[in-house]
């Protein structure tokens, strides 16, 4: 982090799974090297669901090091150059995990790989195919969610039963749960006076971007479809100084 420099106007941040790597997988190696020089020359944020051990390995400890501030966990722990600057130690109560596990029991999804409720720091991460799940695994699953919305049918009978926790579709068979209001918005009182532009692949109303976009409304928000896109625009950008 530039602690010498005053925070400039314009400010990246950027969802990490599908925006900047594919889902749960490492970035691509001629994107990470573009992705640094980036950074260097811009002010950064990366703001995901996962924790700060997954955001390593996808991104590398270069490019976690070099952005400007790490949001894991929705926001709910926080890392600038590696050092720890907010934790929340939140834990799901016992009653909203037991609906989790009756909703695992009646999912008609036949392969089930273990490790279905991870706890993360402020955060829980709920997937019916399970953490575990290897890559042919989790596209069987990706295939079989989008044609049978079972994440967010989940989600919002989740939602309705318990009002103070937050359940978002998040990734590609996943499934974040928090505190109502310790979803990715609740970062916006530190960056509401940027001018924000947000790159994220799940910012339609329900995915996990979807808090942090829809309070960046007046900004600019940039809903994309893989990394690819993401670095077509980054690479737009550099060009034209947008």
């Not at 790597?21 to 996962?50: A, H, W």
């Not at 310790?182 to 799940?202: C, L, N, P, R, Y």
């Not at 995915?207 to 994309?224: C, F, I, S």
Request: glycine fraction near 6%.
């Amino acid at each position: 982090m530039r602690d010498h420099l005053p925070m400039p106007e314009r400010l990246f941040i950027f969802d990490v799974d599908g925006t900047l790597t594919p889902s749960r997988q490492k970035m691509d190696m001629e994107f990470q090297k573009y992705f640094m020089d980036f950074c260097e020359d811009n002010f950064v944020y990366l703001i995901t669901g996962s924790d700060r051990e997954k955001t390593l390995e996808q991104v590398g400890i270069d490019i976690y090091y070099m952005a400007d501030r790490v949001y894991n966990c929705s926001g709910n722990h926080v890392f600038e150059q590696g050092k720890e600057i907010y934790r929340t130690d939140w834990k799901l109560p016992d009653n909203a995990a037991f609906f989790l596990l009756d909703k695992l029991h009646d999912s008609s999804f036949h392969r089930k790989t273990g490790n279905h409720i991870e706890e993360r720091p402020g955060t829980v991460n709920f997937s019916v195919v399970g953490r575990n799940c290897n890559l042919e695994e989790r596209m069987m699953y990706r295939e079989w969610d989008d044609h049978e919305n079972e994440r967010r049918v989940i989600a919002e009978a989740f939602n309705s039963k318990f009002p103070d926790i937050e359940a978002l579709v998040a990734g590609e068979t996943g499934i974040d749960i928090f505190p109502r209001g310790a979803s990715k918005g609740q970062i916006w009182t530190e960056i509401k006076d940027h001018d924000v532009h947000f790159f994220g692949d799940k910012m339609e109303e329900g995915g996990n971007d979807y808090p942090l976009a829809e309070k960046n409304r007046h900004g600019t928000n940039h809903h994309v479809k893989n990394w690819e896109h993401t670095r077509s625009i980054l690479l737009a950008y550099n060009e034209y100084k947008l």
